[in-house]
C-alpha cells in the first residue's frame, strides 16, 4: 500500500510540471467559464427583451452546463499527456532515449505504475473540474439572476457532479488508448475532435440507436439529462448513460494495463 501511494504522489508531482498540462487545465477552466458567460448574457438579454425565440432555454443550470463539453478538451489533453510524455525523445543525441527507461527503473512494477498515473489524472481533472463547472454554474446563476426560476440545489449538484465525473472518465479513456498506442497524436486528434469539432458518435447516432451506447454519448447523460441542447440527453438516463461510460472505461484501463505489462517498453 505504502508503495503504491508512493507511486500515486510521484505521477501526481510528475503531472503537475508538465506545461502541457497545466495549459490543459487552464483551457478546462477558461474555455467552460467565459462560454457560460456568453450563454447567461444571451439568456438574461432574451428574457429582458421577451424574445424567448432566440434561446434554446432559459434556465441558468442549462446555460453553465452547455459549456462542459468544452472543457472535456483539457481533461483529455491531461489524460494524454500524463502517458505520451512517458515515450517523448530526452535527448536527440541517444537513439531511444525516453523518459519510461528513466520512470521504469524508479518503478519497474508496471501496473502499480499505472495505477499512480491513473490516480493522479483523476485527482488533477477532478480538481480542475470542481473549479470550472462550480464557477460555471455560479456566474450563469448570477448573470440571470431571479429572471428565471430558481434551480433545485440538489439538480444542481447531481448534474455538475455528473459533468466532474464525465470529464474524469474521458481522461482515464484518453490515458488508457495512449497507453496503447504509445503515442499522443492519435488520441489527442480523435478525442478533441469529437468533442469539440465533429463528433463522429453523434453521426452514427443519426444511423443507428446503439451509439448512444458509446462511451462519449452515454456519459452526456450524466449532465445534460432533459437538456434541449443535446442529442443525447433522453437517450438513457443519467446513472444508466454514468455505468455504460464508466464500463467503458474499466475495459479500456484493464486491456492497457495488460498490453503495457507484457511489451517492451
Do not use: C
Request: a neutral charge.
Amino acid at each position: 500500500m505504502r508503495a503504491q501511494l508512493r507511486a500515486v504522489r510521484a505521477e501526481f508531482v510528475k503531472l503537475l510540471t508538465l506545461p502541457g498540462v497545466l495549459i490543459g487545465a487552464a483551457v478546462a477552466i477558461a474555455g467552460p467559464v467565459l462560454l457560460a458567460v456568453l450563454n447567461a448574457t444571451g439568456v438574461r438579454d432574451a428574457l429582458d427583451s421577451g424574445q424567448l425565440d432566440t434561446v434554446g432555454y432559459t434556465s441558468p443550470l442549462e446555460a453553465g452546463l452547455s459549456a462542459v463539453p468544452l472543457g472535456t478538451v483539457g481533461a483529455v489533453v491531461i489524460g494524454v499527456l500524463a502517458v505520451s510524455s512517458e515515450y517523448a525523445t530526452t535527448n536527440p543525441d541517444i537513439a531511444g532515449s525516453r523518459q519510461i527507461t528513466a520512470t521504469l527503473t524508479a518503478m519497474p512494477h508496471r501496473i502499480r505504475l499505472l495505477i499512480g498515473k491513473a490516480v493522479g489524472v483523476v485527482l488533477v481533472v477532478a480538481a480542475t473540474a470542481l473549479v470550472s463547472v462550480g464557477a460555471s454554474l455560479l456566474i450563469a446563476q448570477g448573470i440571470i439572476g431571479d429572471r428565471a426560476p430558481a434551480e433545485e440545489p440538489e439538480a444542481m449538484v447531481a448534474r455538475g457532479v455528473g459533468a466532474g465525473l464525465y470529464w474524469v472518465l474521458m481522461a482515464l479513456i484518453a490515458l488508457a488508448i495512449t497507453a496503447l498506442v504509445r503515442s499522443g497524436t492519435i488520441p489527442m486528434i480523435v478525442l478533441i475532435a469529437n468533442s469539440s469539432l465533429v463528433s463522429v458518435s453523434i453521426l452514427l447516432a443519426n444511423l443507428t440507436d446503439l451509439a448512444y451506447y458509446l462511451p462519449d454519448l452515454a456519459g452526456i447523460s450524466m449532465f445534460s439529462s432533459g437538456a434541449s441542447w443535446s442529442m443525447a440527453s433522453d437517450a438513457l438516463d443519467p446513472v444508466s448513460g454514468g455505468l455504460v461510460m464508466a464500463a467503458w472505461t474499466l475495459g479500456l484501463l484493464v486491456v492497457a494495463a495488460v498490453v503495457f505489462r507484457r511489451r517492451d517498453a
